[in-house]
């Protein structure tokens, strides 16, 4: 599952960030995908609760996941458009394909948590 080793990687920049901000426990973990990443919400959500069993840091930590939709451009009719899924067949013109601009991004928008004092 492509999702589980997302996940593993979002585990170790957690672990990294908890470390140089010298956080003593992690609250929130704040993720970003994008529509067209291919990455499936769902058995991201399932990876996580099952690395919470096993991984220390991730103890009570509330997960969010912020879907962004893509970008694309029709090279036809020169409008841009708003994808929330991989649907590259122009809404104004019928030309195909769309031309993504953006929505293959995943990645770690924000960490929470608790400093240790000074
Ligand atoms: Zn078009």
């Known amino acids: 599952m492509h999702e589980f080793s997302l996940m593993e990687n979002v585990v170790r920049i957690v672990r990294q960030a908890a470390?140089?901000?010298?956080?003593?426990?992690?609250?929130?973990?704040?993720?970003?995908?994008?529509?067209?990443?291919?990455?499936?919400?769902?058995?991201?959500?399932?990876?996580?609760?099952?690395?919470?069993?096993?991984?220390?840091?991730?103890?009570?930590?509330?997960?969010?996941?912020e879907e962004t939709p893509a970008r694309a451009h029709c090279p036809k009719c020169q409008e841009d458009h708003t994808l929330w899924r991989m649907d590259l067949l122009c809404p104004s013109c019928g030309h195909l394909p769309l031309q993504l601009r953006s929505g293959e991004e995943f990645y770690v928008k924000s960490i929470e948590g608790e400093r240790e004092d000074g």
């Open 19 to 65: 470390t140089e901000n010298r956080l003593t426990s992690v609250t929130d973990i704040n993720l970003v995908v994008g529509a067209t990443s291919a990455v499936n919400v769902d058995a991201l959500r399932f990876a996580f609760e099952i690395l919470q069993k096993e991984e220390a840091i991730l103890e009570g930590v509330s997960l969010a996941i």
